[in-house]
């Protein structure tokens, strides 16, 4: 279905995602800037895993539906969907604590860094299809 739009889409999508992007990382800038902080929570309680779980499992089930396709016993498809599971999940809950570890430390740097990344690759995507930059 996503291919039927790929003609209307394509003329316009470099410009959307430069806007979204540079829009993401000014909002990430202003922000490392000011002197309110959100305080930081490390728990790892269902409540706050399950929004990130299920935000990371979406890229899981593409990986998933395509071992599907390759895995034709149950007992290879079971096994590899605990371990995309079970490996997402340590990977996670890993994450989560690392950074309330070092998030307030180093917040507004790295609030600023990931602004100015996220810029410049909205940039570069616009520079890329504009046909200024060769990659």
Do not use: C
Not at 75 to 87: K, P, Q, Y
């Amino acid at each position: 279905m996503g291919a039927s739009f790929e003609a209307y889409i394509a003329a316009f999508d470099h410009w959307i995602a430069f806007l979204l992007l540079a829009a993401i990382g000014a909002n990430m800038i202003r922000e490392s800037f000011s002197k309110e902080s959100e305080p930081a929570v490390a728990a790892l309680s269902f409540r706050a895993m399950l929004p990130l779980a299920v935000a990371t499992s979406i890229d899981a089930l593409a990986a998933g539906i395509t071992f599907a396709f390759f895995l034709k016993t149950i007992l290879s498809m079971l096994f590899a969907v605990t371990l995309i599971g079970l490996t997402t999940f340590l990977i996670s809950a890993a994450g989560v604590k690392i950074g309330s570890v070092f998030g307030e430390k180093y917040k507004a740097a790295a609030e600023r860094a990931g602004g100015i990344i996220l810029i410049l690759l909205g940039l570069k995507i616009l520079l890329e299809h504009l046909g200024v930059l060769q990659f």
